[in-house]
């Protein structure tokens, strides 16, 4: 045995290792296309269990012949034929194994078997043709049989396991895959060789392979290469071309079972296809539908004409496309974006129909619900106009949107308001430091509330109660702004004025009781007084009784100023022009102003309004406003006393030049005890204001720092209401 490993011939010996190459190579590239196509699966399967056969005999068969001891001329045919066969039935038995739709390690073992198994018996078959008695070594066999089936088992993996290699697109694994087969059976044969001893008494008795035989063979074996060869580069250009296509067929079909619903009919509109997308939406079995035309999953939603049309258009050959609601097994309802391509035969007519379907109830349920919830928009945004004042504004507060209400409020129209920001209704009522803290809060994305008074176009001022709401973009930024508001000009007037009357009744309660205190010991004190008075002859003593008499006069006007407010006066009110009331308090207060070096300036309206009045409690608020306008100025100011009339109220001004009021200090104007002087009690604005109140009128303050003070006194033109 040894002899004849010794001679091998390296030119056959070589020639064998290629071709098996190229046959294992051309049944793993028929497999692996078997595996993934679903056309010409017989033949696939045929051609690689073929070749891979062939591969596995022509190593058996050239490493002997390539020995010096082989007779091509005494070879038994027969027995050539059965190894041929054994090859070839052990490839296709392995190969059904591995490519069974099932993929299981177990299939891969024994696949790997059969492998080795076609392999040993290709081996024993032409060991035999030798007409030799054939002998193994049971260890070196055994170790050969081993090696064959893991290298069998490592080739198979990588190709049909590794990484579901079927579906991908790795070129090298067929070429490893093939290669390691190759060496296996290379190995294998050396190996199986090497274990076999023969009975040397048996003469195989053949002519040695030399001369003429020789050339026969290698020219033989040089066809062979060159069909081989010939049909590998022929089977892999097929097997690409068909690999390519059904993989393309394959995967349209695919991606169309998956994504659409497909129905095919005849040229009379009988179902002859549907696929499982059709049966899943329409709950339907096959062959429920099969046979049936569309009107099984017919709604009754759509009219004659729309059918009418659409075989009109088909019937004609040409493409239709519209939207079908249809009716599904259970009774529920659904949507289908449908395409109908009719199929032409050689006359030109419909010989059947394709309809390919998108379901689309979700989007048609999503439009319905948007129709609704734009209504419900409309209706809110109807609303909302209604009742509210509303506007929009970008990110740098620049009015693009208004409602009406917004208009009428203001005062302005729309023209006057688009394009511009907010600060055209500033009333100068908030501080700075009020919309710096609001911008930092819309600013960051947050929404801010709070009241705001403004500026109508008028001067007038009103209150809004305000929801400032910032619309961000995808950064995270606002880009818009939404400021809904309520006037709540009334509500503000009437907690400012029952602020005021909460608090003048509890200083109403303490008036009654230190004026019931305090009256008793006067009058006791100023008749006492005026008795002394009655025999003084003293000056300088009736000089000092007359200073104490006058002092107790004025602590009781300070007590009857507290009896008013414990239980106020009746006002008597009566018709009067306001023109003369105010002449006559700066006529009052001139002497005083001249000796303050203050200007007193008082703008007389062409024609003087009539109110009704108490001309005298009036008179008080208005010298105690002028008179504190005066103090308020440094020498060289001036006080302005003018009246502007509007549909309903007559405002009086008292403007002064002064140093002003804090914002702060405004708020608290006419509380009890409050005052900005350092030798006032507060008592006087006090009353102003409730006097003001009683005749159904406002006092209110706007002030300036370093610009002065004005105080606008407004009350009804037309009103007979008495307290």
Request: aromatic share 12%.
């Amino acid at each position: 045995m040894e002899s004849m490993l010794a001679s091998y011939s390296p030119i056959l010996f070589l020639i064998a290792i290629l071709l098996t190459l190229m046959t294992s190579y051309t049944a793993l590239d028929l497999f692996t296309l078997y595996k993934t196509s679903e056309r010409n699966g017989k033949f696939l399967f045929i051609g690689g269990m073929i070749s891979m056969g062939i591969g596995i005999w022509v190593m058996n068969f050239l490493t002997m012949l390539s020995s010096d001891s082989y007779n091509v001329i005494n070879n038994q045919v027969p027995l050539t034929i059965l190894s041929v066969g054994l090859g070839i039935s052990f490839a296709g038995i392995s190969f059904y194994f591995v490519t069974n739709k099932s993929i299981k390690i177990l299939n891969l073992i024994i696949g790997s078997f059969f492998l080795t198994m076609g392999v040993f018996a290709t081996h024993v078959t032409g060991m035999y043709t030798l007409k030799s008695a054939v002998y193994y070594e049971p260890f070196i066999l055994v170790w050969s049989l081993l090696l064959l089936y893991g290298s069998f088992l490592l080739a198979l993996w990588i190709l049909f396991y590794y990484k579901n290699i079927i579906y991908s697109k790795n070129p090298w694994l067929k070429p490893i895959s093939s290669m390691i087969i190759t060496g296996a059976i290379v190995e294998g044969y050396f190996l199986l060789t090497k274990s076999v001893s023969f009975d040397e008494t048996i003469n195989t008795s053949g002519l040695p392979i030399t001369g003429e035989y020789s050339f026969s063979i290698y020219f033989l074996l040089f066809m062979s290469v060159l069909i081989i060869a010939g049909v590998l580069v022929s089977s892999t250009l097929l097997n690409t071309r068909l690999a390519s296509r059904d993989t393309y067929l394959r995967d349209i079909t695919f991606a169309l079972d998956e994504s659409s619903i497909v129905a095919i009919t005849d040229s009379k509109g009988f179902i002859t296809y549907v696929n499982q997308k059709f049966c899943e939406i329409s709950g339907y079995r096959e062959d429920e539908l099969i046979g049936q035309d569309h009107r099984i999953i017919g709604s009754g939603y759509h009219s004659k004409d729309f059918f009418k049309n659409m075989w009109k258009t088909i019937g004609a050959g040409q493409v239709w496309k519209d939207e079908i609601k249809n009716q599904a097994k259970d009774g529920s309802y659904y949507w289908v974006d449908t395409t109908i391509v009719p199929f032409l035969n050689k006359k030109g007519k419909p010989y059947q129909y394709i309809a390919i379907r998108s379901d689309i109830t979700t989007r048609k349920e999503a439009e319905h619900k948007l129709q609704n919830a734009l209504k419900e928009v409309q209706d809110i945004e109807f609303a909302l106009n209604q009742s509210t004042i509303v506007a929009i504004t970008d990110e740098k507060g620049v009015i693009h949107n208004l409602n009406d209400k917004f208009c009428e409020i203001s005062g302005y129209n729309r023209e006057e308001l688009l394009g511009e920001d907010h600060r055209i209704l500033n009333s100068g009522y908030h501080p700075p430091q009020f919309f710096k803290q609001l911008w930092k809060t819309i600013g960051t994305g947050h929404i801010w509330r709070g009241e705001i008074r403004n500026k109508a176009k008028d001067g007038t001022f009103y209150w809004v109660d305000t929801t400032i709401i910032p619309f961000m973009n995808e950064n995270g930024k606002p880009y818009q702004y939404l400021a809904i508001r309520n006037d709540i000009t009334e509500r503000k007037r009437t907690e400012e004025v029952l602020h005021r009357q909460d608090k003048l009744a509890a200083v109403g309660q303490l008036a009654a009781g230190v004026a019931h205190e305090i009256r008793n010991p006067l009058t006791s004190m100023r008749g006492y007084a005026e008795y002394l008075q009655l025999d003084e002859e003293d000056l300088t003593r009736r000089e000092l009784l007359d200073i104490i008499v006058d002092e107790i006069e004025r602590v009781n006007v300070i007590v009857e100023e507290f009896m008013v407010l414990s239980k106020p006066k009746a006002v008597h009110l009566e018709e009067k022009s306001i023109t003369p009331i105010l002449q006559n308090v700066l006529s009052l207060l001139d002497y005083q102003a001249r000796k303050s070096k203050v200007s007193l300036i008082f703008k007389d309206p062409p024609e003087s309004p009539a109110i009704y009045c108490d001309e005298d409690r009036l008179k008080q608020v208005f010298l105690n406003l002028i008179k504190n306008g005066i103090e308020a100025n440094h020498a060289g100011g001036e006080v302005k006393v003018f009246l502007e009339t509007s549909e309903k109220y007559i405002n009086v001004f008292v403007q002064d030049t002064g140093e002003g009021i804090p914002e702060e200090q405004i708020q608290k104007l006419g509380e009890p005890f409050y005052t900005t002087k350092d030798n006032g009690n507060g008592l006087g604005l006090m009353m102003s204001y409730k006097i003001i109140e009683s005749h159904n009128g406002t006092i209110r303050a706007e002030s300036r720092r370093l610009e002065g003070t004005t105080f606008i006194v407004s009350l009804p033109l037309h009103t007979t209401n008495d307290e």
